[in-house]
């Protein structure tokens, strides 16, 4: 058993972390997301939405809440394409009219021998995988985003997904 901790954020409240990097927790705590999982807003006027997170209501209204005057998010970012990292992507853009970037959907990034296994079945369900979930454009290792005050480098980084970047 762990030992008690304190970290306990406010669910669905923006955290400012560092001049112009916020963090909101999704109403969604768990075994694999601890508290909730952390969706993060970057950026000065230009908002980049990094990992929206679940599709949940709440959620949607705390991130479009988070927004201040003269603020508009230009990005959503999605680093993975878990269920409680991307379904919320695509409702956000909806709001916002922002474009979704990813390195792919979650069949993106796997390994010839997990394509091979996928194609032959031996693979398990899927579980936890957003498949339903398609970015507006893909990025690759070393591309760059650009916003007000902000400027990100795509690292891919296979492992807890193919389709994983940092």
Same mark, same amino acid.
């Given at each position: 058993m762990l030992p !008690?901790?304190?970290?306990?954020p406010e669910i669905g409240v923006a955290e400012i972390?560092?001049?112009?990097?916020?963090?909101?927790?999704? !109403?969604n705590p768990s075994p694999m997301t601890y508290r909730g999982t952390n969706t993060y807003l970057l950026g000065g006027n230009d908002i980049a939405v990094i990992d929206p997170g679940p599709d949940h209501p709440a959620h949607l209204e705390a991130i479009l809440s988070a927004l201040e005057p003269g603020q508009r998010v230009s990005h959503i970012i999605v680093t993975h394409t878990h269920l409680d990292h991307s379904p919320l992507a695509h409702p956000l853009a909806k709001h916002t009219e922002a474009e979704i970037w990813a390195f792919g959907d979650g069949r993106s990034g796997r390994s010839p021998i997990m394509q091979?296994?996928?194609?032959?079945g031996l693979m398990g369900g899927g579980e936890g995988v957003d498949h339903d979930f398609s970015p507006d454009h893909t990025l690759v290792d070393g591309d760059v985003l650009r916003g007000d005050g902000w400027a990100l480098e795509a690292l891919h980084t296979p492992?807890?997904?193919g389709n994983h970047l940092c």
């Open positions: !008690p901790d304190d970290f306990a972390l560092e001049p112009g990097l916020r963090r909101i927790v999704a !109403p091979d296994l996928a194609q032959a492992g807890h997904i």
